[in-house]
């Protein structure tokens, strides 16, 4: 299947996202797309796969004119969308997400839990993943949420596959073993889109890259004859000399000093502090413990001793109000189910931490 997507262009509102652009995806080919964020890339593919409709511009499957209605319409068409935030039912279980749009039943019409499960089993042994199938979503891990989703796609055997930045929460092994599927895909005659800002994966799995700026496609380039530096000006505009602009502020006294810090289910006591006006980086792998240790800091969950002091004081977070108090803001790593209350407005979401500020009698006031 060959898809040509040309001459693109697409507004919210007043902010035209898209102005010019094109992009050819080819039987076998890992695309890369590439642009800094808000560059629109998840807009174009959100048209492809009719999400949103184009207001102008082009798109041609095997050369005939075509636009898909509905995601499920592109997905029974064999184009499938693994998207950059979760898509999952937290409260199906990871095998009922899997087979949701396409279950299996026996001769009485009945669901076929079994056959599915072992379908599924066989599945994830031949590509050597283990998933905990018969959990509820919800209760996993993001990884595995992401990989589920990544499965799900993948048993759908698509012709075209976008991958919007899949492994943002894989594990050192869940890539690896996504390339391995993806590798296999391609040799299938899988056309794959593939998102990603990390230029490692791009230059190592993708055959083409093309880069979006400002609405236009600036370049398509086979992997082979562009170099990270290359890719990297032109998704900025500008030389990359500039792209890690050298830092004018020092930092000044410490404010917050962790120490040995054992977050709930972890051997390993952390200690470490911050300073004013410092941005300090917290690295590892996934599973290494990085999300625990803030949800430790702000009394989300319990910790097994060590102190975390603020400003001089050692603080006693059990609840995340008493972090709140204590002047510490935490933005959390799944944000649609962790960080906001979806069905409230703007406003509400952000007035929630502080409501005591604006509802001195018990009362809230909205003005
Ligand atoms: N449904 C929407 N309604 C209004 N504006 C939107 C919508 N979807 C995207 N946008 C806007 O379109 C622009 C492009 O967003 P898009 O998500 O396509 O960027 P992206 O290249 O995928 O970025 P990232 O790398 O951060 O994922 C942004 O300014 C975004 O705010
Ligand atoms: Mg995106």
Known sequence: MEIVMSGIAKAFGTNQVLRDVSITLKEGEVHALMGENG????????????????????????????????????????????????????????????????????????????????????????????????????????????????????????????????????????????????????????????????????????????????????????????????????????????FYPARTTTPGEVVMSVDNLKPEGFDNEISFSLRKGEILGVAGLMGAGRTEIMRAIFGVDKHNGGTVTVNGSVLNCKKPEDAIKAGIAFITENRKSEGLILDFSIGSNITLPNLGDICPSHVLDKG
């Open 39 to 242: 560059a629109g890339k998840s807009t174009l593919m959100n048209i492809l796969t009719g999400i949103h409709k184009a207001d102008a511009g082009k798109i041609t499957i095997d050369g005939v004119e075509r636009t898909f209605p509905n995601p499920r319409e592109a997905e029974l068409n064999g184009v499938a969308f693994i998207h950059q935030e979760l898509n999952i039912w937290p409260n199906l279980t990871l095998l009922e997400n899997l087979y949701l749009m396409r279950p299996k039943r026996n001769k009485f019409g009945m669901l076929d839990k079994k056959a599915m499960l072992e379908e599924a089993q066989n599945t994830c042994r031949e590509l050597g993943i283990e998933l905990p199938l018969t959990t509820e979503a919800g209760l996993c891990s993001v990884g595995h949420q992401q990989m589920a989703e990544i499965l799900r796609i993948l048993m759908l055997d698509a012709k075209v596959v976008i991958m919007d930045e899949p492994t943002a929460a894989l594990t050192e092994r869940e890539t690896a073993t996504l390339f391995k599927m993806m590798r296999k895909m391609k040799a299938r005659g899988v056309a794959i889109v593939y998102i990603s800002h990390r230029m490692e994966e791009v230059f190592s799995e993708c055959d083409t890259i093309t880069v979006m700026r400002d609405g236009h496609t600036i370049i398509t380039k086979p992997t082979a004859e562009i170099s990270v530096d290359e890719v990297v000006r032109h998704m900025v505009g500008r030389s990359i000399d500039e």
